[in-house]
C-alpha cells in the first residue's frame, strides 16, 4: 500500500460550551466554547500539529467553528462548513433534560418517549448515520491521501461510529465513548474504511453531563 492510497478522517467532537442553565442547547445559536472548551480545542490542534491535514470541515454551529479554528490555523487551512455535521435535531432543545427530571418528568413531553429506537423525539438515527457518512466521504475525496479533520458533536459522531461497525444504532447515551474534543478518526486505503481509531488527546470526559 502506497501512502496516496491512504487517507484518514478525524471526527472531532467541540470542546467544552458554556452553558450556566444546563440546558440542551442543540441546534441553539449562541452557545460558545468556555474557556476550558478553547483550551481543549488548542490541546487537540497541537496534537495534530505533525498531521498531514489538508482539509478542515466544521458543523455550522458556533461551538464547532471555534474547535475548528485553531487546527485549521496551525496548517494554514480555511474551515470550511459542511451543513451535514450539524448537532441532531431534537424537540427538547431549551430544555433542562436529565434522567427522570427536567422536562422528562412533564407529562406533555410524554409522547415524545414513545419510540426511543427511532427515536421519537428527534432526528432519526438513520438520517443522522447516512448524512455524516455523505460529510466523511466528501472530505475523503477531497483530502485523498492525506487527513482531514470533520468538527462535529456527540450524538452524530458516535451514531456513524456504531453504522460503520455494523452495531444498532439505538443505544445507552450513558456509554457513548465520544469525549469532549476527542478524536475518532477514520483510516480509509482507497474507498474502503480499513480501520477505526479513538483517541482523547484532551482527556476525559462524562458523556451525560449536561451542557458539555
Not at 459542511?82 to 433542562?96: P, V
Not at 413531553?109 to 466521504?137: C, N, Q, T
Not at 491521501?145 to 450524538?155: D, F, N, T, Y
Request: hydrophobic share 40%; charged share 20%.
Amino acid at each position: 500500500m502506497s501512502s496516496s492510497d491512504r487517507t484518514v478522517v478525524h471526527l472531532l467532537r467541540h470542546g467544552e460550551v458554556y452553558n450556566p442553565s444546563g440546558i440542551l442547547y442543540g441546534r441553539l445559536p449562541g452557545f460558545h466554547l468556555s474557556e476550558h472548551g478553547h483550551n481543549q480545542a488548542e490541546i487537540v490542534a497541537k496534537a495534530l500539529a505533525d498531521a498531514d491535514i489538508t482539509v478542515v470541515h466544521a458543523s455550522p454551529l458556533q461551538r464547532a467553528q471555534e474547535t475548528a479554528a485553531p487546527v485549521a490555523a496551525a496548517h494554514g487551512l480555511q474551515v470550511i462548513t459542511d451543513e451535514r455535521l450539524i448537532e441532531a435535531d431534537n424537540r427538547f432543545e431549551g430544555k433542562t433534560v436529565s434522567v427522570g427530571g427536567g422536562a422528562l418528568r412533564a407529562p406533555q413531553y410524554w409522547p415524545l418517549l414513545r419510540d426511543p429506537f427511532k427515536p421519537s423525539w428527534g432526528e432519526p438515527y438513520l438520517r443522522i448515520a447516512h448524512r455524516m457518512l455523505a460529510a466523511v466521504h466528501s472530505a475523503r475525496t477531497e483530502a485523498e491521501g492525506h487527513e482531514a479533520v470533520c468538527v462535529s458533536h456527540q450524538l452524530p459522531i458516535w451514531t456513524l461510529r456504531r453504522f460503520v461497525t455494523g452495531q444498532r444504532l439505538w443505544h445507552d447515551p450513558r456509554r457513548r465513548q465520544c469525549a469532549l474534543a476527542s478524536l475518532t478518526s477514520l483510516v480509509f486505503v482507497g474507498t474502503e474504511l480499513t480501520q477505526l481509531q479513538y483517541s482523547e488527546p484532551a482527556g476525559g470526559s462524562s458523556p451525560v453531563v449536561t451542557g458539555a
